[in-house]
């Protein structure tokens, strides 16, 4: 995913700075929202012309529809097609109730917000619960649901009467002016609330847990975050966000049946504008829309007639080939050299009275500015260079005595290095940690794992081994609470964890980590981290987790690198990172899966010494390996599986010499 | 009776449905690709056997011999362009919403937006039929379902036989490995894409055989050909093809049954159903393309 | 790649410069030639469908009002002034409607407007309208009761009752044939104005379907369909086996030529057919098929009605086919939409010229007063009680011989109603 850069990184925040920063955006936002309100307040006064109200009025309804579908799909990463479904119930309740039955219209607006969270809440009961959905599914659920509601008032046309509803304007203050400054200031309430809850989400522990979905959802679940619960409060946050703009819209177009509200132009444009903006930042949407709808209008009025479709498809096209991570993350790189531009140009164009309509100046501005913004001149970025390789080096200098790694396992298992320091243990093997009793795993026809019962003790090394698809993995699944299993059942320190979601497992106290890294890669280091400590056992705010995270960091060596993001690690950097990571969460039990997959031998004997680290602190460690090298340094204990059993289990030197492992291993060839 | 009709008129031209669909589920399931765009290319070719059989009095049936290599050459570039590009799932959604934009106004200016239907004389397909027993099978019906099945079959045929095939199918799964076996993902990228052209192409002259054009049909094709992509399975050809046919049933026994209004909402709600029940597609079997 | 975007990027630079440029020195939008007129030019400003939904029938209303304006232009102008017509494309999207009339009426400050096509649309432009207080002629609006703006003016011939009015006028007609039909079937489409004729709205629930009931008739079908219906075998099906003497379907666009060719698939032919808003053109393509369907009709170039309206009117009709043609518009006759548009344009001329001022408020009142007089509707008087909608003058006309024929009533009448071949 993702084009973040890796260039050195803005201010690492305090809190104090985090709180300022904070302050200030509430200022700004305020103020703006004030200096929109006085467009209309002010308008005669101002001079302001009624048109360019007419026209943020439009603008207004589609931030307030972008940004609710930016709450759900562009926090989250589940793409929702279906944000006609809100629009429409929306506009419907209103136009039936308020149109056909004269109830009091804001109070509609209430009642739409109801019916939408309760449609979300339906929708994501059922979608969100099932384990299997993809994202693509959920997208395809989406879609169908405006296509059911919009049969349900073909069916009964008794809701509209069968043949659309007309919405007359409601009573509102005569203060205000006229029903365009009306429509223009509920527009501007309810697409600045939008905009309000969605910084507000973003900066919450909810954004945090949104992004984490998105960019690796089961890894978030791992880590303590209840996926289903935030999934579900972004769903319905977007429904009732849409529903009262779809509301505020039956007004706007004045008639209401079921073409108006039910077409594919509102799902489609939406996604263009949060996309096109930047769908992961709440500011995304305001772009996205003020640039598309500006855009739209002036090929509209500029008589290119045929052509005008025809130039829109065009940029649309071009944007997305040139910008596929959304106009705000360029601008966010560059503001001043944007910012200028438009600046220069519109008031290039406008001043002098160029263009007949100053609004033509502004989209040449827009344009140039979007040109500047999207130039990216060629630059390489020096990957830095890390803490963690001096450490390796000097690790490496330590363990001089011993030999290089042989290339074949056999002599490892034969024989145990001589100067192989054996793991002693923090503690002496204490309570009974993990017991799984009789648990199976079948996937079909493959029976994964078949009636393991083993116990682990706190304090305990363990390394689990075997050959290729022996069920290590599976294993470590049902541990973590990845995979449920088949029979059987499992507990972890006194609780039984067999049924529970992974989040729950991991509030037992269980962390897992992956042979491929998964770092979320729209946080840095440090954010990773402190992730888990968000929402591990103990829940911290973001400044302490920050906090916390630093000292994690520094137990695996990366606290240099804290402010970098994963995509700028290495190999090795991101399993560190993932140890760090789960680490942090403070685990009873940590399982390894093949954490060192893919090191070089320096490499290798700093993990081992991370490791070290880590298990002296009292964790209790099952790690999955394939080197038995290190296995043996390590391992308090070794369990062997093959194909689905339990092999043998025990002492390290004891279980690799057992001629059953090593024919398992190799064959009938024996070694002496 | 007319229930039974309905059914087979239904499942007839769900042939139809299921080749409109098969290009749409196949790049997305191989390629990662939501190619909108074809949507356009459909509407292309129903306009250009419009124009060649009301220009040139070609058999509505023959013009497959131009439209065919024709859109098996513009599918085929779409999808070299989408891959040179790099781009992504969602935004090959909205870069092929561009696309389609582009093609459907053009097409409103080449040939107007006002209705364009091939003349009564110059098409005779349109309202023959062949009676079996009680029941009628509408020859465009036919066609539209012999043509699907034979070139499902054939593709299906292909994917599991040829050495392409096994190819596609390895690209599929894991483009990463299947490059390292040496197969070139964008050739056989272009070649899909280029292939879906050409099933574009069948489609929009089926289309035209049977309906009045206008630019805006690009459109309306949406929300069937979604719901066969769903129920078949994204990517799955066998399963376009029998979901194709379903929903044909399904939507003709409801007009009937119910009320003509009734049938999106029944059709709509057992997507929803099948989703959640067998979210890979009701006729997926493990592993087949 | 990064060559690529470059490229790329130096394109969409050059683009907005372009734009830039463009704008400096905007373009004016489709006007007229201004013969004879001179002055500062009176800006007419309207919206129409020209791409989406609704594309196939605003193409003729763009090519009325384009032939319109430079003929008024050419004889004189209005008020001794060019006219100017801005025509914006709405994209079928009601939302765009609003927002362009406002923009059309408060930015571009149009002197007058007419309106755009299609129920929804019109409905939308008519709520800005009324704010403004700009009189709205409007073409094609047929759910009369929704009309209440006292200033919208009706050009199409369906009355204020049209639920009412339509069915019985079919019926009598029938009733003059020797075997008048007894067993009816009414297939509507659910859109708004089919859907009112068929069952009527608000307080007035006449329509098809009850008057059939009324008249003693036998409703052996009722079926309601949705807008985007694909699959037609099943109410073909219904249909067929009910064993109507008259099909009478509220539909629009391509219904009735869908509904004929899955008939025809089933091997039957109703004995009669009634279509309510067909697009006349791909009908006439069905061949014997749609050989004596009906329909409702304001105008129809056939010889008779021409020789009666004269020579002026014989012009514009054949100036439309020349326009028409060079637009690559399959259907070139001159017939209802195309009427309906030009009478449209005819009112707003009549208001400004009655009132001799741009005066919105004088506009109107001069045509509650004096009516308008045109070329293809005759003398129009607007009953604000009735929603301006004049008593309809609305024909029947029927294919015959491959075209489209007035048939009802006999008194202007082009030919005579045809019986169906038994």
């Known amino acids: 995913m993702t084009g973040r850069s890796t260039e050195s990184p803005r201010a690492m925040r305090t809190s104090a700075r985090d709180r300022a920063g904070g302050l200030r955006y509430a200022v700004a936002f305020v103020l703006a929202i004030a200096a929109l309100a006085t467009l209309s307040l002010y308008r005669e006064t101002m001079g302001f012309p009624m048109f360019y109200l007419v026209l943020l009025t439009t603008m207004l309804f589609w931030v307030t529809q972008a940004t609710s579908w930016n709450i759900l799909s562009g926090y989250s990463g589940y793409f929702s097609f279906g944000q006609a479904a809100y629009v429409g119930v929306g506009a419907y309740t209103t136009a039936v109730l308020y149109g056909r039955h004269q109830i009091n219209f804001y109070l509609t607006l209430v009642v739409s917000a109801a019916l939408c969270a309760v449609l979300a809440l339906a929708v994501g009961a059922l979608a969100f619960r099932l384990r299997s959905l993809r994202g693509e599914i959920f997208a395809l659920l989406t879609l169908a649901v405006p296509f059911i509601l919009a049969a349900l008032a073909r069916i009964r046309p008794e809701i509209d009467g069968g043949q659309g509803v007309v919405v007359p304007i409601p009573p509102f203050p005569a203060e205000l002016g006229r029903f365009q400054d009306f429509l223009y200031l509920i527009n501007l309430l309810v697409a600045g609330a939008a905009v309000a809850v969605a910084f507000g989400m973003q900066q919450s522990r909810a954004g945090w847990a949104l992004a984490a979905i998105r960019d690796a959802e089961d890894v978030a679940e791992g880590l303590g975050v209840a996926t289903f619960r935030y999934k579900l409060q972004a769903l319905v946050t977007s429904a009732v966000i849409g529903g009262v703009g779809g509301s505020v819209f039956a007004l706007q177009i004045g008639f209401v049946a079921v073409e108006s509200v039910f077409n594919l132009t509102i799902p489609l444009f939406v996604i263009v504008m949060s996309v096109l903006g930047g769908r992961t930042h709440w500011f995304g949407p305001v772009i996205g829309v003020a640039f598309i709808v500006l855009l739209q209008d002036r090929l509209t009025a500029s008589g290119l007639g045929d052509w005008q479709l025809i130039a829109l ?86 363990d001089a005595g011993t030999p290089a790694v042989t290339a074949a396992d056999a002599s490892a298992v034969a024989r145990p290095s001589d100067a192989a320091k054996p793991a002693t243990p923090a503690t002496e093997p204490g309570e009974v940690l993990v017991e799984c009793r009789g648990v199976a795993r079948y996937f079909g026809g493959v029976r ?174 099952v790690i999955v390996e394939h080197l038995l090298r290190v296995v043996n340094q390590l391992a308090t204990r070794i369990i062997v599986l093959d194909r689905g059993t339990c092999l043998a289990d025990g002492d390290p030197r004891a279980v690799m010499s057992d001629p059953a492992v090593i024919q398992a291993y190799l064959g009938k060839r024996a070694h002496a | 009776m007319i229930t039974l009709q309905a059914a087979l008129a239904g499942a007839l031209i769900g042939g139809l449905y299921a080749l409109m669909a098969a290009g749409v589920s196949v790049t997305w399931g191989v390629l990662r ?112 379902f012999g043509f699907a099945v034979s070139l499902i079959a054939g593709a299906h045929v292909a994917l599991q036989r040829t050495f392409l095939g096994r190819a596609l199918r390895a690209c599929a799964e894991d483009p990463a490995v299947a490059a390292a076996f040496g197969i070139d993902h964008r050739r056989i990228g272009t070649l899909l894409g280029a292939a879906a052209g050409a099933t574009a192409a069948v489609a929009g002259m089926l289309f035209a055989l049977a309906n009045a054009l206008t630019p805006a049909s690009a459109f309306e094709w949406f929300g069937t050909v979604f719901a066969v992509v769903i129920l078949g399975g994204i990517g799955h050809l066998v399963g376009t093809l029998a979901a194709g046919v379903l929903v044909g049933m399904v939507s003709g026994v409801v007009s009937v049954v119910l009320s003509p209004a009734a049938a999106p909402f029944v059709l709509f709600s057992a997507i929803v159903l099948a989703l959640l029940l067998r979210p890979q597609g009701l006729f997926a079997t493990r592993g087949a393309a | 790649m990064k060559d690529r975007k470059r490229r790329v990027v130096t394109m969409l630079a050059a683009a907005a410069l372009l734009l830039g440029v463009g704008a400096a020195c905007e373009r004016k939008s489709d006007g007229g030639s201004t013969g004879g007129a001179s002055g500062e030019p009176i800006v007419v400003g309207s919206t129409l469908s020209l791409s989406g939904a609704f594309a196939a029938t605003g193409a003729i209303h763009k090519i009325v009002g384009e032939q319109f304006v430079e003929r008024l232009n050419a004889n004189g102008g209005l008020l001794g002034r060019p006219v100017q017509w801005i025509v914006r494309d709405d994209e079928s999207d009601q939302a765009k409607v ?100 068929s069952y009527g709205a608000g307080d007035n629930k006449n329509g098809a379907i009850s008057i059939t009931k009324e008249r003693g008739l036998d409703l052996v079908l009722e079926v309601r369909y949705p807008p985007n219906t694909t699959d037609w075998a099943p109410i073909a099906a219904q249909v067929r086996d009910a064993k109507p003497d008259l099909v009478i379907n509220n539909g629009l666009g391509v219904d009735p030529v869908n509904l004929l060719q899955a008939m025809a698939q089933l091997g ?84 400004v010229q009655g009132a001799n001022s741009l005066d919105h408020e004088k506009i109107c009142d001069s045509l509650h007063a004096s009516g308008a007089k045109t070329t293809f509707a005759g003398t129009l008087e607007f009953d604000p009680a009735k929603n301006n909608f004049w008593p309809s003058n609305q024909l029947l006309k029927q294919i015959q011989n491959k075209d489209w024929v007035t048939v009802w009533p006999p008194d202007r009448a082009a030919a005579q109603l045809r019986a169906p071949a038994s």
């Open chain 1, 313 to 398: 498809g065009v940029v649309l096209a071009g944007l997305v080939i040139i910008a596929p991570d959304g106009l705000y993350a360029r601008l966010r790189a560059r503001p001043v050299p944007v910012l200028a531009t438009f600046a220069l140009v519109t008031a290039a164009l406008w001043i002098p009275d160029l263009p007949a309509e100053p609004l033509d100046a502004i989209l040449a501005g827009m344009l140039a500015a979007t040109a500047v913004a999207l130039w990216r001149p060629r630059r390489r970025g020096a990957v830095p260079q890390t803490r963690a390789a001096e450490t390796s080096a000097a690790v490496t200098d330590a």
């Open chain 1, 448 to 621: 994964a794992l078949e009636d393991v019962t083993l116990t682990i003790r706190e304090g305990e090394l363990v390394g689990l081994v075997g050959p290729n698809g022996s069920g290590k993995t599976t294993l470590v699944g049902l541990l973590s609470g990845n995979l449920r299993p088949t029979r059987g059942s499992i507990r972890v320190a006194g609780h039984e964890i067999t049924g529970l979601p992974p989040h729950r497992v991991a509030h037992v106290g269980v962390a897992r980590t992956y042979q491929i890294p998964r770092p979320f890669a729209s946080m840095t280091v440090r954010d990773n981290v402190a992730m888990a400590i968000m929402f591990g056992r103990s829940p911290e705010p973001l400044a302490a987790a920050r906090r916390g995270a630093q000292r994690h960091l520094e137990v695996v060596g990366l606290d240099a690198l804290a402010d970098v993001y994963p995509s700028a690690l290495n190999l090795h950097q991101r399993q560190l990172l993932e140890m760090a990571r789960a680490l942090a969460t403070d685990p009873k039990l940590l399982l390894l899966d093949e954490a060192l997959a893919g090191l070089n031998p320096a490499e290798i004997d700093n993990a081992v010494e991370v490791l070290r680290r880590i298990h002296r602190s009292g964790v209790t460690i």
């Open chain 2, 33 to 144: 690709i939501i190619n909108l765009a074809h949507f356009g290319m459909i509407l292309l070719s129903a306009y250009l056997t419009f124009q060649l059989v009301t220009s040139w009095g070609m058999d509505p049936i023959l013009t497959l011999v131009v439209t065919v290599p024709g859109m098996f050459v513009l599918g085929g570039a779409i999808q070299w362009a989408y891959d040179r590009l790099g781009i992504s799932e969602l935004n090959s959604l909205l870069l092929s919403f561009g696309l389609l934009i582009l093609m459907v106004q053009a097409v409103s200016i080449v040939w107007s937006a006002d209705f364009q239907r091939m003349h009564e004389s110059a098409n005779p397909y349109a309202t023959g039929s062949v009676t079996v027993g009680g029941l009628v099978f509408p020859i465009t019906t036919l066609l539209a």
């Open chain 3, 98 to 197: 609003s927002t362009l009339y406002e923009q059309l009426i408060s930015q571009d400050r149009v002197d007058l407007i007419i309106g755009p096509y299609a129920t929804p649309n019109i409905l939308s432009a008519m709520a800005v309208a009324e704010r403004h207080g700009y009189v709205l002629p409007q073409h094609t609006s047929v759910i009369a009761p929704l009309m209440t703006y006292p200033c919208q003016f009706p050009a199409w011939s369906i009355g204020p009752t049209p639920n009412e009015f339509v069915p019985n006028q079919l019926f009598d007609a029938l009733a003059t044939l020797p075997n008048p039909p007894k067993r009816v079937a009414i297939l509507t489409n659910q859109n708004g104005s089919t859907d009112f004729v």
């Open chain 3, 268 to 351: 039957y032919k109703p004995p009669l057919m009634f279509s309510l808003f067909p697009a006349p053109g791909p009908l006439l393509g069905l061949g014997d098929l749609a050989e004596g369907l009906l329909s409702v009709t304001m105008f129809e170039p056939n010889k008779a009605a021409l020789d009666r309206l004269g020579p002026e009117a014989t012009e514009i009709v054949n100036e439309f086919q020349n326009r028409a043609k060079a637009a690559n518009l399959p259907y070139t006759a001159f017939e209802t939409q195309a009427a309906a548009s030009w009478t449209a344009w005819e009112i707003l001329v009549a208001g």
